[in-house]
């Protein structure tokens, strides 16, 4: 007969330290290795992306063959993408990029034109060169802080530290076993409950995958439609790079609101060289894509989903930036999405009890 495990007693005290050194313990692993939280993070929303395929699917064949159906599916997406847009965004990035410094310049003598005539009328604090040397010396330190920011940190996480082979693997394998799991993962959450509070942990559980899954969905049209409509109508309109400029647009459109705006940067730099007429248009175009994004894309299909405020979207994306940077920015949103879940999940359910001292009633 085998012997039961000697108990070792620790104070509750003693328990609680050790909990709390775990969790700084792991805080610290997270902080040091920043590849690990994102690539989770990653392979969350792949996860998320795909229950929806999954949970079709699996009303018809096992579910190991509906996982298995959604991720072939997103790999000919993406192999079709990678095969035949991404070879002609990256062919057109690096004509931009060579074109930039001519690009600059033509902007410069447009600027310098326009404030002669401030200047004329004593409008100015310096000589039209000047200014438009400053104004165009601004314009490259933003360009390169966005690039930097959006860009650079962001795909340097994910992919300075490890291979990309080896990080999408990881992303691949984390959705992967999250989708295979979930149902294990969902009985032991459940099981952590106490009994007669299981068909609220249960509410939440669905509520909570509910709003993270339509903001991604959500995230996945905005994208789709700013970069597309943005990269057919610089095409119509004759400014070169449009895919590429398409491209920017949608990575920038992940920050809501504000996104329309910075992604509008390089393309009127493109059209100044054109004419101002082409520069006309694709102010034009970016107004109308801005309006389009606030007051009918971002409204509806993430603010809603999400159930969330449009100014409370606003205004977290801008203490996210404040606090985070381009992290705080991307993850402003389902912060949201999931604050609201937990106050509306407690909302309903918080009681308060009358105190001894309070008056009776009546």
Known sequence: MARKPTPIRISVTAWRLILLGLAALLALI?????????????????????????????????????????????????????????????????ALVTALPDLVQNL???????????HARDLL?????????????????????????????TLGILFGTFSWALTLFAVIFIAASLLANVRSF?????????????????AFWDALGHALSSYLGGLAVVLAIQGGLSAAALFLIGVPYSLALGAWVSITAVIPYLGAWIGAIP????????????AVLTGMLFLAIQQLEGNVLTPRIQAQTIKVPSVLVFLGVLAGGSLAG????????????????????????????????????G
């Open 186 to 202: 969902k009985a032991a959450y459940l099981t952590s409950v106490p009994g007669h509070y299981r068909h609220d942990a249960l």
């Open 108 to 118: 410069e003598q447009y600027l310098v034109r326009a404030l002669r005539a401030l």
């Open 267 to 278: 393309a009127l730099l493109v059209a100044f060289s054109i004419s101002p007429t082409a």
């Open 30 to 94: 997270l902080w040091a290795v920043p590849i690990v939280p994102a690539v989770a993070l990653a392979g969350f929303a792949v996860a998320l992306v795909l229950s929806f395929p999954v949970h079709l699917f699996a009303q018809y064949v096992p579910r190991s063959l509906a996982i298995l159906l959604s991720f072939l599916i997103l790999l000919a997406v993406v192999l079709l993408l990678a095969y035949i847009l991404l070879p002609l965004i990256v062919s057109q990035a690096g």
């Open 326 to 361: 381009i992290t705080g920015v991307l993850l402003a949103v389902p912060t949201l999405a999931t604050l609201r879940v937990i106050f509306d999940f407690f909302r309903v359910r918080l009681r308060t009890e009358p105190s001894p001292l309070d008056p009776p009633p």
């Open 125 to 153: 604090p310096d000589t039209p060169e000047a200014v438009a040397g400053r104004l165009i010396s601004d314009i490259k330190d933003s360009l390169g802080l966005i690039a930097n920011n959006v860009l650079g940190r």
